[in-house]
């Protein structure tokens, strides 16, 4: 099984809400990662996750909150988002280090 | 700072024709190099990958690339395009064995017309 999966497909919220993004992947990945991609750019690597701990975090403002509770398992929650947030999310999987990345179908996500 | 550079925003051929994707990498040491397709709406599959071993790697939907050090390129191409290869295409690098962090091209867009 080759697959990551992500939930919902789609979210709208508005800015003083609280959400969260679910990912799931079964293939004995050990590290778990969130993008984010806007509309006609390439994604933006958010958080990696090694071993459920957090190994990179590329600066991302408070309100998006990671969380890992298992290896299988990465949650993003999301409190009082901007409309700029807006965006599809994506989570990603791989293998220890340098494995190539498995993305899932993404959340796509207005804040309004 | 490790980069991916895919030349062309935007690439329009028939279908039937060659389908030529440039990406050149910067990189100090042998990266990983990967090829993902994003369709309308939906997350990034992979189309093939580099590692170690032969430089000319094939992948799904009959696309391969090649892996050229002394370039510092990886070119996918598909000898007849279809129209279902209409998509984005971006062109990913690992910098060295043991980073975590895939770095993107900008993107490509394929447009096939008919």
């Known amino acids: 099984d080759t697959e990551v999966t992500q939930t919902p497909k789609h979210l709208v919220m508005g800015m003083t809400n609280k959400k969260s993004l679910k990912c799931e992947q079964h293939?004995?990945?050990?590290?778990m990662y969130w993008y984010k991609q806007k509309a006609k750019k390439p994604p933006e690597l958010m958080f990696v996750?090694?071993?459920?701990?957090?190994?990179i975090n590329e600066s991302v403002p408070s309100r998006f909150s990671p969380e890992c509770p298992n290896s299988s398992l990465l949650n993003l929650h999301l409190h009082a988002l901007q409309p700029e947030d807006s965006a599809l999310y994506l989570c990603?999987?791989?293998?220890?280090?340098?494995?190539?990345?498995?993305f899932g179908p993404g959340t796509r996500l207005t804040v309004l | 700072a490790q980069s991916v550079t895919q030349l062309g925003s935007h690439v329009s051929v028939s279908e039937g024709a060659l389908v030529l994707l440039r990406c050149n990498y910067s990189?100090?040491?042998?990266?990983?190099l990967f090829w993902y397709v994003q369709y309308p709406n939906q997350g990034l599959q992979l189309l093939l990958k580099?590692?170690?071993?032969?430089?000319l790697v094939k992948g799904i939907n009959g696309f391969e690339a090649e892996f050229k050090k002394s370039e510092t390129s990886f070119h996918l191409t598909k000898p007849s395009a279809h129209m279902s290869d209409a998509a984005e295409y971006f062109c990913?690098?690992?910098?060295?064995?043991?980073?975590?962090?895939?770095?993107f091209g900008q993107g490509t867009r394929l447009t096939i017309n008919p």
């Open positions: 990603a999987s791989s293998s220890d280090y340098g494995g190539w990345a498995y």
């Open positions: 293939m004995g990945h050990r590290a």
């Open positions: 996750y090694s071993y459920e701990k957090l190994s």
């Open positions: 990189s100090s040491v042998p990266p990983y």
């Open positions: 580099y590692t170690t071993g032969a430089t």
């Open positions: 990913a690098v690992i910098p060295f064995q043991g980073a975590q962090k895939l770095v």
